[in-house]
């Protein structure tokens, strides 16, 4: 399962990152951020050692979603040597995910 990440650890964890990070901006009463759960943790299991995964709760972490413009949630970053590639918003189901993901990191 993905691990929270602060705004502390946030620049270390995911901008100073050497390999892709996914991070999961939800909260606790989002409905499809809980039905993003599984789909992001089957994809931090099958990408393990080539893609990190991060959670960041948009409730105690205002800053940080403040600081990426997160309008809704979910909202999926995806980073690469420390630049945001590509975001989506909404629940998606594991292939649309693995999809853009990889699209994303050509």
Known sequence: MAARVNKDE???KVLKSDIPVLVDFYSDSCVPCKKMTPVIGDVEDDMEGKLAVYKVNIN????????????SVPTLLLFNK???????SGAVRKPQLVEWI???LK
Not at 60 to 71: C, G, M
Not at 82 to 88: M, P, W, Y
Request: hydrophobic residues 25%; without cysteine.
């Open 60 to 71: 105690f972490d205002t800053e940080l979603a403040e600081s990426y413009d997160v309008q």
């Open 102 to 104: 990889e699209e994303n």
């Open 10 to 12: 946030f620049e270390g």
């Open 82 to 88: 420390g630049s945001e590639k590509a975001r989506q």
